[in-house]
């Protein structure tokens, strides 16, 4: 039987406990709709008196923690309640809403400010504070969501980067149990209070494998964690990956009838289709993030979107992913943002996300985060220009550097973007920083038709001579990168030979329709012929 993997920490608290892993950082990711306690989106939204009133609800809640508290615990409990009477706290994320910034993105980017400037400080005590503000953060965010952060099962030992004071005083550790953190702090507050009531704890641990219900222990006598056989440290950081491409499909997997590769992917629409992946047939060519993310709390809600994305990566193994970025705006609007100017005057896709960047910074750290966890490329929605893709990229990069200062395992993932848009496909040669093209021919069809969205459907038989042309012109300027088609199109048998002549050689289609599309490759030649016999 295989020995337990013990990984070297350090002490923050002596003691020795083990119980059932409760990792902090992979929560369940329900939609709103599978979440009973769940409010309404419309309870997300407001103005400066739905963010009074949430702060307010949070004091309360302290006020009630407080109840009964030692002194140690009372004094933590009295700094949080503190800095949410800091006027000063408020009225910054008022100004940021006096320039049309959501409330709930207001709050998170006055808070995640806050707390950037004490990581990045020089004293040890200064910078254990910032997870008293995380703490801040998070609670009034759920206030205003209407979802209070929960407890966890007693008796576990509770791993994660980091642990919120009021999530440790909450607690009843009367049932055992321990605290193992990927990074953490002797001199951080939940460490004080650790000691204080003998919960043994290790810190510096760096992110490892495990499961929720795992069983676990913590030596916070000579700091170590021990963990059950097959677990493993998550490796580190790793140059940006290789993005998806035609060389990835592997002998007789799927062939046309002369021999030539082609790589079958599936397109996801909704998280419930995830546990529905096989690796051992299809990687993901499209994820649609918005079908996931449909209101502005999980717009805001980064551990919500990273658990999503871990999920899909890890069920698809060694397969490829591509997640589109929220294609959001137009008619797809996110619960809580429809009155927001920049949704009022039409933007969609990246235009909407670059006006908006709170909104995808929040997706680009879960993103960032994810891609360690698999094969990830990052898909971007509605380009049209070869300036939003620099922006987007410089955008991504500048949230690694923040992630690398936090000390949490990331990775930069390829990003190339969905080709959509009639003016894009026609200069595909200048957009120099996309790392693969996706064609999206549902939106393309639609643009180059001139049709309305109700209307496609009946011109696309029509259009579909067109648009075939445009993408084979487009193909002959890609410059050899990797090249795919993710929209109706490659699902229709009838259109195969024509995108097969066009030099495609990667499709993703719905589920549904791999079987049909993989019998009509089989009985084709790569440049849409049917083979002798056919």
Known sequence: MAEPLRLKAKSASPGIASGPAFLAEEPKAPSAAERPDAAPASRAVGGYGALEKAIDI?????????????????????????????????????????????????WLATLDAYIGELEAADEEPMRARAVD???????????LAGTPIADFPPGSVFIGKDMEPSRFLAHDWSKGGGIALFAGSTAGHVALLARAKSVPMVIGTGRFSAADGDPVGVDGNAGAVILQAGSMLIPPLVPAQEPAGDTQTTGGELRTADGVPILLSININDPAEIDALDPATAGVGLMRSEFSITSVADAANEERQLAIYRRVLEQAGDRPVTIRMLDIGGDKPLAGLEDLPALASGLRGIRLLLARPEIARVQARALLRAAVFGRLSVMLPMVTFPDEIDRMRELFREEAEKLGRRALLHRMPPIGMMVEVPAAALMLDTFGAAAFFSFGTNDLTQYLAASARDDIDADAGKAAPAVLRLIAQAVKVTAGKPVSICGDMAGNPSYLPGLLAAGLRHFSVAPARRPAIRSAIIGLNADGTRAAGE
């Open 58 to 106: 949070s004091i309360g809640e302290l006020e009630h923690l407080a109840d009964g508290a030692d002194a140690e615990s009372r004094d933590i409990i009295d700094f949080q309640i503190e800095v949410l009477r800091d006027p000063s706290i408020a009225e910054a994320t008022g100004a940021r809403m006096e320039a049309d910034e959501n409330v709930v993105f207001a």
């Open 133 to 143: 503000i995380l703490d801040i953060k998070n609670r009034v965010l759920g206030a």
